[in-house]
C-alpha cells in the first residue's frame, strides 16, 4: 500500500512538472493572452482533467511557471555560495546565473517579459511577480550573506543595497534579452560582479573566466 501510494505521488509530481514545462513553453511563444488551458495540455500530453487536479486556472499555471523557475535559480545560488569557500569564482557564477539568462535559455527573457506585462494590467498577477521579486531578493542576501562569513567577499556597500543593485542590473539583462539585443555581458561581468560584492580576483583569472564563457571558434567557421 505504501509503495502504491508512493508511485501515484511520483506520478502526480511528473504530471504536474510537465504541465508547467509545457505552460512556460506555450507562455513564451503565445503570450499570456493567446495562450490557453487547451494549448498547454495539447502541449503536455494530457487531458484537462489533468490540468485542473493540480492547477485552478490558466493564471494559477501562469505564476507557477515563475515560481518553479525562482526556487530552481535559488537552489543553484545557494549551491554556488556554499561550495564558495576559496574559490570566489563559483560565488561570481552563481550569481551572474541568478541574475539573468544563459546563451542556453533564449526562451526566459520573453516570458519574464510577458510577466512584467501582464502584472501591470493585472492586480492579482501584479501581487504574484512581487511576491517572487521579494523572494528572489531575499535568496541573493542570504546568498551573499553566508559568502561574506565564508570570507569570499567584503562588499563595501550594505547587503541590501548591493542585493538591489545587481537584481536591478539583472532586470536590464533580461529586458536587453527580451528585445532580441546583443548581450555583451560575458566580457565585463565578472569583473562588475567583483568590484560590487568585493570579491577580489586577479586580471588572469578574469580573462581565463571570459575564455571560458566565450571559447575561441576553431576549424574553418
Known amino acids: 500500500m505504501g509503495q502504491s501510494r508512493s508511485t501515484q505521488a511520483a506520478r502526480r509530481q511528473a504530471t504536474r512538472a510537465?504541465?508547467?514545462?509545457?505552460?512556460?513553453?506555450?507562455?513564451?511563444?503565445?503570450?499570456?493572452?493567446?495562450?490557453?488551458?487547451d494549448s498547454i495540455v495539447q502541449a503536455?500530453?494530457?487531458?484537462?482533467?489533468?490540468?485542473?487536479?493540480?492547477?485552478s486556472s490558466k493564471e494559477e499555471v501562469f505564476l507557477e511557471v515563475l515560481w518553479s523557475r525562482a526556487r530552481a535559480e535559488e537552489q543553484s545560488l545557494?549551491?554556488?555560495?556554499q561550495s564558495a569557500a576559496g574559490r570566489p569564482f563559483?560565488?561570481?557564477?552563481?550569481?551572474?546565473g541568478f541574475l539573468g539568462p544563459g546563451s542556453d535559455d533564449a526562451l526566459w527573457?520573453?516570458?519574464l517579459l510577458e510577466f512584467w506585462s501582464h502584472a501591470a494590467?493585472?492586480?492579482?498577477?501584479?501581487?504574484?511577480?512581487?511576491?517572487?521579486?521579494?523572494f528572489r531578493q531575499e535568496s541573493l542576501l542570504t546568498a551573499l550573506r553566508a559568502a561574506a562569513d565564508a570570507g569570499v567577499m567584503r562588499p563595501t556597500l550594505p547587503f541590501e543595497d548591493c542585493a538591489d543593485l545587481l537584481l536591478t542590473l539583472g532586470d536590464g539583462f533580461i529586458a536587453r534579452a527580451g528585445a532580441g539585443q546583443e548581450d555583451a555581458?560575458?566580457?565585463y561581468l565578472p569583473s562588475l560582479l567583483a568590484s560590487v560584492l568585493?570579491?577580489?580576483?586577479?586580471?588572469?583569472?578574469?580573462?581565463?573566466?571570459?575564455e571560458s564563457q566565450n571559447p575561441k571558434r576553431t576549424g574553418t567557421e
Open 185 to 187: 555581458s560575458a566580457g
Open 121 to 134: 494590467r493585472n492586480p492579482r498577477v501584479r501581487e504574484g511577480v512581487a511576491s517572487v521579486a521579494k
Open 90 to 96: 563559483e560565488l561570481l557564477r552563481g550569481v551572474a
Open 109 to 111: 527573457p520573453a516570458l
Open 18 to 37: 510537465r504541465l508547467l514545462e509545457a505552460a512556460f513553453n506555450v507562455f513564451a511563444a503565445q503570450g499570456y493572452t493567446g495562450a490557453t488551458v
Open 198 to 210: 568585493g570579491v577580489h580576483i586577479g586580471p588572469r583569472a578574469v580573462a581565463k573566466e571570459r
Open 44 to 55: 503536455a500530453g494530457y487531458s484537462k482533467g489533468a490540468f485542473y487536479f493540480h492547477f
Open 78 to 81: 545557494r549551491n554556488a555560495s
